[in-house]
């Protein structure tokens, strides 16, 4: 429902034009921004060992943003701190709506909130 859609876009946005779905590849990718683009789909990952052997620890690890399609299949694996963007079909056919939801620390950090 515009998982890649949103990839590309964000992706544009950072100066990387050619991106892909990581359907079959689990995960791809981009560099050409100012950090690299680590960009997953974990809709065919079975479990957390799958996750682990594509190497989900060391991009975490690594500067950059990771883009995950399907995240609910990290399961507890997800680091704290994460941007969690929900993306779901409106009553126009081709229309869709956005929500970011910030952990309470984050949205104080980049001014959404006080505290």
Not at 19 to 30: A, C, G, I, L, Q
Not at 58 to 63: I, S
Request: net charge negative.
């Amino acid at each position: 429902v515009g998982k890649t859609a949103f990839a590309r876009g964000f992706c544009r946005a950072l100066g990387i034009f050619s991106v892909k779905s990581p359907t079959y590849t689990v995960v791809n990718e981009y560099a050409g921004g100012k950090l690299p683009v680590f960009h997953f789909d974990m809709y065919r990952l079975a479990d957390e060992d799958d996750l682990l052997s594509v190497g989900y620890e060391e991009y975490l690890a690594r500067d950059g943003y990771l883009l995950a399609e399907w995240s609910e299949r990290a399961g507890d694996m997800l680091p704290p701190d994460r941007i969690t963007v929900t993306i779901c079909r409106t009553d126009n056919a081709t229309g869709r709506e956005i929500t970011l939801s910030f952990p309470d620390a984050l949205a104080e950090q980049i001014g959404l909130i006080q505290v």
